[in-house]
């Protein structure tokens, strides 16, 4: 009697946990656009531009954001998005690595130039946001995580802010003992 | 009891709507619904394939700030802003409107698509 009455409800619920999986299996990594709550399902655009999963699937592949690897895809050949529209336009992409540590709990924070300029000009960043020169800036998280310095692009178009390690990835052993600031 | 409980998430994760526009798409809404137009949406996914963002963020003066830029249509027409490509040369013209407004109305403006913080900045 009692397993009779028990099963309607036991395979209920093994039919929604397939369900959901599957649901969650055939889910692309990216939305359509008539579905993403912010375009028109019923406007004219909707069948003429490019749903994001059409341009981006073939990109090497991120845990976060647009789940492209941006940098790789222009490393690897991938995309090659042009660099200046007008011909005058200097590219300028210095490359050098900084160092920023304080030796506190977190460890030391590479900010790769080349990364950078590989998408951005020197002024996008210099002087409004940071001091061209090595020790002359104080950086906050908490100014970051308020979208100032570095969270005007992480956290809204670049890598997001959860992902710590992408930044915070020296260890402080590995640095001359308080030298630098 | 605990076995309704269980069937009742799951069928909350089954109803959960999944919608989110794509990371960095940014809603622009300044004008277009007191105009009767959709709002716009500019999908930086879409852009970034195509261009580096020192194009639009160095070349043609857009401020790195969502709400920041005050774009107006005769700007547009008259090539500057989004009218550095969009002139039926290098994107399409300025006389595709509803490819470009293409926003659900009354779509607030600011940067969407689950960034996970409060970024970018106070605007």
Same mark, same amino acid.
């Given at each position: 009697?009692?397993?009779?009455?028990?099963?309607?409800?036991?395979?209920?619920?093994?039919?929604?946990?397939?369900?959901?999986?599957?649901?969650?299996?055939?889910?692309?990594?990216?939305?359509?656009?008539?579905?993403?709550?912010?375009? *028109?399902?019923?406007?004219?655009?909707?069948?003429?531009?490019? /749903?994001?999963?059409?341009?981006?699937? !073939?990109?090497? #592949?991120?845990?976060?954001?647009?789940?492209?690897?941006?940098?790789?895809?222009?490393?690897?050949?991938?995309?090659?998005?042009?660099?200046?529209?007008?011909?005058?336009?200097?590219?300028?992409?210095?490359?050098?690595?900084?160092?920023?540590?304080?030796?506190?709990?977190?460890?030391?924070?590479?900010?790769?130039?080349?990364?950078?300029?590989?998408?951005?000009?020197?002024?996008?960043?210099?002087?409004?946001?940071?001091?061209?020169?090595?020790?002359?800036?104080?950086?906050?998280?908490?100014?970051?995580?308020?979208?100032?310095?570095?969270?005007?692009?992480?956290?809204?178009?670049?890598?997001?802010?959860?992902?710590?390690?992408?930044?915070?990835?020296?260890?402080?052993?590995?640095?001359?003992?308080?030298?630098?600031? | 009891?605990? #076995?309704? #409980?269980?069937?009742?998430?799951?069928?909350?994760?089954?109803? /959960?709507? /999944?919608?989110?526009?794509?990371?960095?798409?940014?809603?622009?809404?300044?004008?277009?619904?007191?105009?009767?137009?959709?709002?716009?949406?500019?999908?930086?996914?879409?852009?970034?394939?195509?261009?580096?963002?020192?194009?639009?963020?160095?070349?043609?003066?857009?401020?790195?700030?969502?709400?920041?830029?005050?774009?107006?249509? !005769? *700007?547009?027409? *008259?090539?500057?802003?989004?009218?550095?490509?969009?002139?039926?040369?290098?994107?399409?013209?300025?006389?595709?409107?509803?490819?470009?407004?293409?926003?659900?109305?009354?779509?607030?403006?600011?940067?969407?698509?689950?960034? /996970?913080? !409060?970024?970018?900045?106070?605007?």
């Amino acid at each position: 009697m009692k397993p009779l009455r028990r099963r309607p409800g036991r395979w209920l619920a093994a039919a929604l946990v397939l369900l959901t999986a599957a649901a969650l299996a055939a889910t692309s990594l990216w939305t359509r656009l008539e579905k993403d709550g912010v375009h *028109d399902p019923l406007g004219p655009a909707i069948g003429v531009l490019q /749903q994001p999963g059409e341009a981006l699937e !073939s990109l090497p #592949r991120d845990s976060a954001g647009n789940q492209v690897n941006w940098v790789k895809a222009i490393d690897s050949g991938a995309i090659n998005p042009r660099t200046n529209i007008l011909p005058e336009t200097k590219v300028r992409v210095p490359d050098k690595d900084m160092i920023i540590a304080r030796y506190g709990s977190m460890p030391a924070v590479k900010f790769p130039h080349r990364q950078h300029t590989l998408w951005l000009d020197c002024a996008n960043c210099h002087d409004h946001l940071f001091k061209a020169e090595a020790g002359a800036n104080r950086f906050s998280m908490m100014a970051i995580l308020n979208g100032e310095q570095c969270g005007l692009c992480h956290g809204a178009v670049a890598f997001p802010l959860t992902e710590c390690n992408r930044c915070h990835s020296v260890s402080n052993a590995s640095l001359p003992p308080r030298t630098a600031r | 009891m605990k #076995r309704l #409980r269980w069937i009742g998430l799951a069928a909350c994760l089954w109803l /959960q709507p /999944q919608a989110h526009a794509e990371y960095g798409d940014v809603v622009l809404n300044k004008r277009s619904d007191q105009q009767g137009m959709r709002p716009v949406v500019f999908p930086h996914w879409f852009h970034r394939i195509r261009f580096r963002c020192k194009v639009c963020h160095q070349e043609l003066g857009f401020k790195m700030r969502a709400g920041a830029n005050d774009v107006q249509m !005769s *700007d547009i027409i *008259d090539g500057k802003f989004c009218g550095m490509c969009h002139n039926d040369r290098i994107a399409w013209g300025p006389d595709r409107c509803d490819l470009c407004h293409s926003a659900l109305p009354r779509t607030p403006a600011g940067i969407v698509g689950g960034a /996970q913080t !409060s970024g970018p900045g106070r605007w």
